[in-house]
């Protein structure tokens, strides 16, 4: 699988968009980008995923760039509750078989 | 939403003895599940991919006698801590894929305490 590459922390302000963004420059033709987040003591929730268009869903937007090496998290209306740690995965859809590699992720901070 | 459902949420017991730890897809089947483990302020790092009906198949450097693996359903797969030890304290958890949606969902985990 692709590595990626986020940032270590960033943080934004309570109503404001959050923007994560995220490398993946050796992403194969194959593999579609997720976006997971884990807050405090709890498993992974999905949020995102797409191929090559960007997506939007109730939670968040992904915006992927035309060449594929990066991709841009946006929450339009951040709020407390979305402090958290996001993780960027690079994986190929395989079937019920395909394996997400956690990397260390970016810590969001939501202030008040 | 599909949902996978785990149990239990923490568990704490004495070293030597044995934990279950039970993974559900509540409304979808999985033929696939996967179990992480996860050490204080590290990600997580996949343990063993679960297989319907087959053996697990176990990522380098997890010992399978230690945990053990059993998918006996379309719904669950269940990871048999043995013999636990205080090294094997950990946040453990499992998940599957909705192969419709192309999408792996995860459970809330389990946080194991052995003293």
């Known amino acids: ?112 | 939403g599909a949902v996978v459902s785990q149990h239990p949420s923490w568990v704490i017991c004495k070293s030597g003895t044995s934990v279950k730890i039970e993974c559900r897809s509540l409304d979808f089947q999985a033929t696939t599940m996967f179990w992480y483990r996860q050490f204080p302020k590290q990600s997580l790092m996949l343990m063993a991919t679960s297989n319907e009906g087959s053996k697990a198949t176990y990522e380098q450097g997890v010992e399978k006698d230690k945990f053990l693996i059993n998918h006996a359903s379309l719904t669950l797969s269940t990871l048999t801590v043995t013999s636990a030890h205080p090294e094997d304290s950990s946040f453990y958890i499992c998940s599957a894929t909705r192969i419709a949606k192309n999408i792996q969902y995860f459970g809330a985990g389990t946080r194991l305490s052995v003293l």
């Not at chain 1, 699988?1 to 923007?19: F, I, L, V, Y």
């Not at chain 1, 987040?37 to 498993?43: A, E, N, V």
């Not at chain 1, 999905?46 to 991709?71: C, F, P, Q, V």
Request: proline share 6%; charged share 15%; net charge neutral.
């Open chain 1, 1 to 112: 699988d692709a590595k990626t590459t986020q940032p270590p922390s960033m943080d934004c302000a309570e109503g404001r968009a959050a923007n994560l963004p995220c490398n993946h420059s050796t992403i194969s033709g194959n593999e579609y980008v997720y976006w997971y987040r884990q807050i405090h003591s709890q498993g992974p929730q999905y949020i995102i995923h797409g191929l090559k268009n960007n997506e939007t869903n109730e939670m968040a937007s992904l915006i992927i760039t035309e060449d594929r090496k990066s991709s841009t998290l946006i929450l339009p209306h951040a709020t407390l509750r979305d402090t958290a740690v996001y993780y960027c995965i690079a994986a190929p859809y395989t079937g019920a078989n395909s394996k997400l590699t956690f990397g260390k992720g970016i810590t969001l901070s939501v202030r008040p």
